[in-house]
């Protein structure tokens, strides 16, 4: 059996872990998710501007809708205009498919037809968040605005 030089396994190492540096920092900066939009039963799947998803910080995206709490389910997604593969984003996981204020869920930005599904408990304004933040796996969340 050969052995491996020290000097052999550092240049192995930093080379490998070089190439994982750039594969991250490609991943989140070239992606550009300006130009999405909440949408949904609420705005008849169509890219309102009303309903256009705003940065409220590096990589995450939010705006804030009324909703009426009627017992009814609203189903929503992110997407953007032209439902672009890539920037069409719903349910990562049949158990990220429901949403309750104030925990978050994995999304799929490269679905079809995985759309998440809210019911709110009271009539009020709620937050709908998508956070890119990170590597991997953008997550949602609603938050209900108090005043």
Do not use: H
């Amino acid at each position: 059996m050969k052995k491996i030089s020290f000097v052999s396994v550092v240049f192995i190492t930093s080379l490998l872990s070089g190439c994982a540096t750039n594969v991250i920092d490609s991943f989140t900066k070239e992606q550009n998710y300006d130009g999405l939009y909440l949408r949904g039963v609420f705005s008849w799947w169509e890219a309102d501007e009303k309903y256009k998803l705003i940065a409220t910080s590096d990589e995450i995206y939010s705006t804030s809708i009324e909703l009426i709490a009627d017992g009814q389910p609203y189903d929503f997604k992110f997407a953007d205009s032209d439902w672009t593969p890539g920037r069409n984003c719903g349910y990562a996981s049949e158990s990220d498919k429901i949403l309750v204020v104030g925990k978050s869920v994995r999304a799929n930005c490269v679905t079809t037809d995985e759309n998440f599904r809210f019911t709110p408990s009271e009539t009020g304004m709620f937050q709908f968040t998508i956070d890119f933040s990170g590597f991997g796996t953008p997550k949602v969340s609603i938050t209900l605005i108090t005043d």
